[in-house]
DNA sequence: TAGATTGTTAATCGATTAACAATC
DNA sequence: TAGATTGTTAATCGATTAACAATC
């Protein structure tokens, strides 16, 4: 008798091929369609249609018979199940390359990431603004985000520093650790997150090319 | 009667958790340690202790009952397994921000992916050069590639350019497409496609955020 | 009505977990 | 020898696929 009678839970393979229907659907309406099939989408980006079907079980939308699905509702109704449409505010820890090119990168923006602050070590880009946003030193973080309150950490240090600064974070009161380092860090239950890591897609790649 | 039996395939999500446990031992090897068994790896970074064991199983090594694992063959045969002691070379469509930041990343040359230059259309950054890197017309990629030859071809470009440019980059003579858009695109057989969509991660961590 | 589509239920497939044998 | 560990084999679990009923 709990909740989980209303809401099934999604499994994690459908909820990450949600983004590809959206992402298919929206280049159709720039197009000027106004309606879409699920075997439509299968044909184009190469899902099966009875998993395209299945994964859209979950969301709360229905289609018409012999029709399909209406373009608007579709990319509205995945928007808002994805979280695209709500803010959720993120401070960035490791402000180098990767970290940087994140501050600067105004499309998270778009899919509901408001980054409000990047923390580093390095004296050189304390206190500096990257993109207009302010970064400061990492001692400051509990302090600045009582007021702040960043809800996402976005982890970008060095893999030897990964553990000691997401426990930091956490006791700064973020919620989710979007870890890109490729060490696997651990989290106390009920802190979400979500790991990222470049260099593990680059072995999976590279696997697959000599195999 | 195939070679399959003596290289038994390994699955996906085996391979993407192989580099936290190469992430660890270095830790450790930087601690000065020079053992590890399956069970300490387990403890610390949250894998079950039979799934390390399955997962290495895979991988062309043994540890020694009671005792564990060498750290250093451990290291060196991970690294060889996933590829990064090799030099893979490739180029980026789309210098974004996100396709810029990792031209500048020199932590991908250290996992074995060498980037040998950038393609876009904008004037304002054809024919410069970014962290040494040389930034050339997306025209000029066929021709240049004959000498060139990258193997892994790099997409950063917007979501409704991916399929096009994921074409011309084949073309071109990539035999790999590492793609950042959201826009699931399609490859002939023989083309490996690995998706790397931050948006997409963005989505899981969103959603386990309310549930 | 016939046919195309949605959307659910059952069957299959593959990865994870657990049990345990082998080893030093 | 006793105990700790590797590493394999069997059982479980969950996601994918296939079949098909419902619908317009």
Request: glycine share 8%.
């Amino acid at each position: 008798m709990s909740d989980l009678i209303y809401s099934a839970k999604i499994p994690e393979p459908a909820l990450r091929r949600l983004p590809w229907y959206l992402s298919y659907v929206k280049l159709l309406k720039s197009q000027g369609e106004t309606i879409v099939s699920s075997t439509q989408i299968a044909k184009k980006i190469d899902v099966s249609a009875s998993q395209i079907a299945k994964d859209l079980s979950y969301v709360d939308i229905s289609g018409k018979t012999r029709v399909g699905y209406d373009i608007d509702d579709l990319i509205n109704v995945l928007e808002s199940f994805l979280g695209f449409t709500n803010t959720h505010t993120a401070v960035v820890f490791g402000v180098g390359s990767l970290g940087a090119a994140l501050l600067s990168d105004s499309g998270l923006e778009q899919f509901g990431l408001k980054i409000i602050a990047g923390y580093d070590v390095n004296p050189a880009i304390v206190n500096h603004a990257i993109h207009h946003i302010p970064v400061f030193h990492s001692n400051e973080f509990i302090e600045r985000n009582k007021e702040m309150k960043a809800e996402i950490g976005v982890l970008t240090v060095p893999p030897g520093a990964a553990q000691e600064v997401s426990e930091y974070m956490i006791r700064g009161g973020v919620k989710a650790i979007w870890n890109f380092t490729p060490f696997r860090i651990r989290v106390p239950e009920g802190t979400v997150l979500q790991n990222t890591s470049l260099y593990a897609h680059l072995a999976v790649m590279f696997n697959r090319l000599n195999g």
